[in-house]
């Protein structure tokens, strides 16, 4: 995934490039946008999403669940991984949920019948009543 500067469109998949871009003495022309070098910069750091840890050792949480690494390229590649497995659970749930689905219908089908039946006996009923 590539992180762009508004300002110029410069486009780098390492954050710690746009991060040195952003902080360039001579900094790059606002082509694009007048946002400020260091509104981007908050930006991408929120978008980075490192957090520290007990120690203050700057850690990366997977998105998709609580692992924390210490490196944002092991963190990518994890996550990576980790949505196509939470992407695979979500459909198997899915799946799951439409057979519940139905079973239920059948069961109300069976119901419906077993009604139907009744109605047909009731109505035979009422018809040698009279
Ligand atoms: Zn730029
Ligand atoms: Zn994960």
Known sequence: ????????KYETTEISNMYRHLQRK??????FSQASPS??????KQYDKSEEDYNGNKVFKCKYCEKIFYSRSSKCNHQHICSGKQYYEKIQLLTLRNKELEEKDIKRELEFNKLKNDLI????LLANYN
């Open 1 to 8: 995934m590539n992180i762009i500067c508004k300002r110029c």
């Open 26 to 31: 001579r900094v790059c022309q606002p082509l």
């Open 39 to 44: 509104e981007l910069l908050q930006e991408f």
């Open 121 to 124: 006996k009731i109505k035979e």
